[in-house]
């Protein structure tokens, strides 16, 4: 039995890993140090598997959560010991975006729950030394309706070159996350520089799509080679990346998204080795 209580709170206020799980700590941090995160909840593990157990108490509480980010949200996994200094759970564990509905919340914390219980994500905690039994905490974030979104290493994540290395797409950044285009590719210096600027194959976008969940739809041919960000964005990123060494220390991962001139930080983690 776990010591400590279920807990559900706004991002800000999750402080400890061992509760929240990384993902939520460090979106908490960011928050408090004033970085461009969107609203969100932050439910503890213990929290998640009440309500996967269908106690009506924390549905209800979850519920209410969601009401009040009033529109779309995305539901991503926040596992204890993910996004740690020496491991990285990326596409182990799920994100289920453009959640609409109350029993599409419910089903999408369900999917995040089971995501961490799967054969590749319980290997992949042997491999590292991690416990069996995962611990998932969940974030409900306000989904951002991205005109480009991606990544953004604040080292050049091959050579560790004091430079900002950003890659990005239009729409959704899980275009970029799944390898699913070929994505703009930019070299920033510190302090706004530009050093490179390479157009990608960007043929398809993912979009938000009404009824819920996403889709993959067409670029129009004019925008497939056509570079996402300008000057001015490019400034704007390598200002986020400034403030995220400044909060955090280190080399930052960062993914990033825009709607139209606002930036938004979505997720932080320490370049990993894991």
Request: proline share 4%; with cysteine.
């Amino acid at each position: 039995m776990s010591a400590v209580q279920p807990v559900l709170a706004r991002v800000e206020h999750a402080e400890r890993e061992i509760e929240f799980g990384g993902k939520a700590v460090q979106l908490g941090q960011a928050h408090r140090s004033g970085l461009p995160v969107p609203p969100a909840w932050a439910l503890s593990s213990d929290f998640v598997d009440e309500v996967v157990a269908g106690k009506e108490g924390a549905i209800g509480r979850v519920v209410d959560a969601f009401s009040g980010l009033a529109g779309p949200v995305a539901v991503r996994s926040s596992g204890v010991g993910e996004d740690a200094a020496d491991a990285s759970f990326a596409g182990q564990h799920a994100t289920e975006l453009n959640v609409r509905t109350q029993a599409a919340l419910l089903d999408a914390i369900r999917k995040v729950h089971g995501s961490g219980r799967t054969a590749s994500a319980r290997a992949y905690r042997l491999k590292l030394g991690l416990p069996p039994e995962p611990r998932m905490g969940i974030v409900i974030q306000r989904l951002v309706p991205a005109d480009c979104a991606g990544v953004l290493f604040t080292r050049h994540p091959t050579t560790g070159a004091d430079e900002r290395v950003i890659e990005a797409t239009w729409g959704l950044g899980e275009a970029v996350v799944a390898g699913l285009v070929t994505p703009d590719y930019y070299r920033v210096a510190r302090g706004g520089l530009v050093l490179e600027r390479r157009a990608g194959d960007k043929d398809l976008a993912i979009l938000w799509a009404e009824a819920g969940g996403t889709k993959e739809v067409d670029v129009e041919p004019h925008r497939v080679s056509a570079l996402c960000l300008d000057d001015a964005r490019l400034a704007q990123l390598d200002a986020l990346a400034t403030a995220c060494e400044s909060a955090f220390g280190g080399a930052q991962d960062l993914e990033w998204a825009f709607e139209g001139d606002r930036l938004y930080l979505l997720q932080r983690r320490a370049i990993t080795r894991g």
